[in-house]
């Protein structure tokens, strides 16, 4: 049964997902990048990026879990790209190059519509105008039974959480403070929508929760 | 030299220092005793509370050094009681009973002028009605060269925090969602004012952080 998952999203001890001002040099918006540093390390990340050494281990078991068995990804235009407003051509095509790491067809939330765009490796971009319900179940029929993966950014795993559409979350704290940013927590009460902490290990890098909804 | 220190501090995972509608029956807010499940079990408070058990260990350890060469307190109105508005009498003598776990002079900031209350053990409470520089002057001749301790709660931390005044802050951050409450890190760019991250220690009960201020 294809459930709908957060994995390895991380955010700061001051409770950011992204820093402030994204823009194409600063894709999690100024000081971002130190959210992933306990994920950059791992054997997970460095195999994806064409590396053959990297971490094992607590941070790497969750990295690699959150790749697995996943039929289809949700995005946030934010987390797409940094292009505001009507695309002005079919230029972008994503922070991650002309083989993006979803190999699978990946639902960009958007106003403007665009047509998909095919990239090397057996990812799709499909660009959805018609909100997070109609983004699901484009991404419920793509994903051929397996789970789907909403990436981010934190606008967009809120709105999920909020309409109680999200199955469990992997957050990874990381031992960073951002100061300003998109907070993530602010004004969502999580027990109130169903959610309840299952699991919490601690690595040096990270600390990794579980967060599931109550059935 | 006399340091301004916050100890044993204890926030949630969503970021609240403690739940909401605080009363006599709820100290910390509702579901807000969860904050304290690392602090509980440490043979600190054990002690504190007359048993002679409890657990060592990291968690103690932080506990511990919290009451290490401590001269006097400052406390926010509402983590000395639970009465709002002027005074009615004096018969509100603090959450703690006769002899609170203080055993030094403790200062209360209020918007209400009340005659100082001297318990047993050493503890007296000052209440200081002229603000946070007031009161830590006061803190400061009332401590005799050891350092001032700030215990809470969350508006009062922020404040000292606003103006630079707190040398190091521990944090405990506790494996609880709350939903709501008193945020602790929301508008507050530590960064900013010159707070790092200067250590960080996970036990399986919390993540405790020690934020330390640009000198």
Chains 1, 2 share one sequence.
Not at 15 to 27: D, F, I, K, L, T
Not at 28 to 54: N, V
Not at 138 to 149: E, F, L, S, V
């Amino acid at each position: 049964m294809t459930k709908v998952i957060v994995r390895s999203f991380s955010i700061s001890l001051d409770g950011y997902g992204a820093g402030p001002n994204q823009s194409r040099e600063n894709p999690l918006g100024i000081g971002g990048m130190a959210l992933h540093s306990w994920f950059f390390p791992t054997r997970t990340f460095q195999r994806m990026t064409g590396g053959d050494g990297g971490a094992t281990g607590v941070d790497d078991n969750f990295a690699a879990h959150g790749f697995e068995n996943v039929g289809a990804w949700i995005l946030g235009r934010n987390m797409f790209g940094p292009v505001r407003g009507p695309w002005p051509d079919e230029n972008w095509r994503g922070w991650w190059g002309e083989n993006p790491p979803y190999h699978v067809p990946v639902i960009v939330l958007t106003q403007h519509a665009r047509a998909a765009t095919r990239m090397a490796g057996g990812t799709t971009f499909h660009f959805v105008t018609d909100g997070i319900h109609s983004a699901l179940e484009q991404a419920m029929a793509a994903a051929n039974g397996k789970d789907i993966r909403i990436g981010g950014g934190v606008s967009t795993i809120r709105q999920f959480l909020r309409d109680r559409l999200i199955d469990d979350l992997h957050l990874a704290i990381s031992p960073c403070l951002l100061g300003s940013g998109e907070p993530f927590f602010a004004g969502l009460h999580l027990p109130e929508l169903g959610y309840r902490l299952t699991e919490l290990v601690s690595s040096p890098n990270a600390t990794h929760l579980i967060l599931t909804k109550d059935v």
